[in-house]
């Protein structure tokens, strides 16, 4: 005998389906914006279920910026078409610049809420440790990186974001390849700081200082 009740999905399909719709939304709007009847309808599925998954829009909401944070760190890693420092150094400013401009609002609340908010704070630490990485492996140093460099790369990741902010909202009025040379001089000119104390990554420094 036929039925016309609606089957629920599976469990996981469900909850991602929620992520996956919370996450279209917030990159459009601010959190205050987003309701959890209209998640709820963009995932197609009950209201119910984004409560049960997630105890609210709270949840969710860590939920889609927790995956935020995985693309971002999966941005740190190697293209197979970097074979130089520079190209990928270069490829990881651009695809940065490329990931705020297509989810604004999300990278946005995570800068926002950041200092402000623990739970928001403990998820971006993983994108501060993948920078960080990512510059000791540029300049052959150990995992952790000594204090003049994690404070360089914090302060070059703060100048990326702020930089992008403003490009943004100022409707891209810079070439995108100029925004990249742009935060690249930088780095440059910060790895240089660094030099001072760690003579070592002179030869490093000066190779990435050709285009800069």
Known sequence: MSSDRRTSPPR????????ASASELFARKSYN????????KEAGVAHGLLSYHFKGKRGVYLAVLEQALDGI?????????ENTREQRIRGLYRRQIEYRRDHFHTVLAMMQAGANDPEVDALYERARRAAAEFAC???????????????????????????????LTHDRDLDIAEL?????????????????????????????????
Do not use: C, F
């Open 137 to 167: 492996d540029i300049l052959g140093m150990k995992p952790e990186p000594p204090a003049m460099l994690r404070i360089a790369v914090q302060g070059l990741s703060g100048m990326l974001d702020e930089a992008t902010l403003d490009w």
């Open 73 to 81: 760190v999966e941005l740190h890693k190697r293209r197979d078409n």
């Open 180 to 212: 990249e040379q742009l935060i690249y001089t930088a780095t440059v000119a910060a790895l240089r700081s660094v030099q001072t104390v760690h003579p070592e990554i002179g030869p490093i420094v000066e190779e990435l200082s050709v285009t800069a």
């Open 12 to 19: 996981g399909q469900s909850r991602e389906a929620l992520v």
């Open 33 to 40: 914006d987003v309701y959890i009847s209209e998640i709820a």
